[in-house]
């Protein structure tokens, strides 16, 4: 048995879930009901529809992805399942990236379908200016910024055997990477530059890059190397090659598998 049959084992499991399928239908209702804000309500273009999109994407996406990977292995664990899965036998390490496959495959198919119905809604609506060949850029790239989060839900899955530490993990997880890691960011500047404001306007390379890390910059800065959209200007502007496109890819691509690493070095060695 190899992390292949670990992965179609956890896809066919997760399908039979009614959560999941219920999370796939919010984010169809979320993104097309934009969709018909933007243009019917707002008579707004493509690319505020993009930008818009971006935002809700932004914030949405993680806690989907969250949702799906933070109890993927402890619920396992707790039921006796995981113990039986290694008897066939799966070694720890084909559970590990079975797992990370599998819920990546659950989040991406269903936020894709999802990104093309809302694409289709906004093409028919939108007077032209449609930028047909970044379109699969944005859905790639939003699929991507999930996958990091189911990445990072799993690593603390597979980190700790007590519900709730997982459940802390998560939620600290979303804040540090969501919601504070530019407040946090800002602060940890001014102490270095003794509460200098300035330097919150022309920051250094380094600190750029440390605003990078953030998987919700990396993803704006991707949505802005293929549309015309507000985002991400300090680092365009910047002239830095190592906070441009590629820097921003990779950084997605380590939120992906270092948790995961991380993680499976608790796990490889925990008593089940």
């Not at 930028?131 to 990091?148: E, H, I, M, Q, S």
Request: hydrophobic share 55%; proline share 3%; aromatic share 10%.
């Amino acid at each position: 048995m190899t992390w292949r049959d670990a992965a179609i084992r956890d896809i066919r499991r997760a399908s039979r879930s009614v959560g999941i399928w219920i999370v796939g239908g919010v984010q169809i209702l979320l993104f097309v009901g934009l969709a018909a804000v933007e243009f019917v309500l707002d008579d707004g273009s493509f690319l505020t529809y993009i930008d818009s999109l971006a935002g809700v994407v932004g914030v949405t996406t993680p806690l989907v992805a969250l949702l799906l990977g933070y109890k993927s292995i402890l619920a396992e664990r707790a039921g006796g399942q995981l113990r039986l899965a290694l008897s066939i036998p799966h070694s720890r390490r084909d559970v590990a990236v079975g797992k990370l496959v599998g819920r990546s495959v659950v989040f991406a198919v269903p936020t894709a379908l999802a990104l093309c119905l809302a694409g289709g809604v906004a093409i028919a609506l939108a007077d032209g200016g449609v930028p047909w060949l970044w379109l699969p850029w944005f859905a790639g790239v939003t699929v991507l910024y999930g996958v990091a989060f189911v990445g990072l839900a799993i690593g603390v899955s597979l980190s700790t055997a007590t519900g709730r530490r997982v459940t802390v993990g998560t939620i600290g997880a979303y804040l540090a990477t969501v919601v504070l890691w530019e407040d946090l960011h800002t602060a940890m500047l001014l102490i270095l530059h003794r509460f200098d404001t300035a330097v919150t306007n022309d920051m250094p390379g380094w600190a750029l890059f440390v605003r990078l890390a953030a998987p919700s910059e990396s993803f704006d800065l991707l949505v802005r190397t293929g549309f015309a959209v507000s985002r991400a200007g300090r680092y365009v502007d910047s002239g830095i090659a190592y906070v441009t496109w590629p820097a921003g890819l990779g950084l997605l691509v380590a939120w992906t598998l270092v948790p995961v690493a991380l993680g499976y070095l608790r796990f490889k060695t925990a008593d089940l």
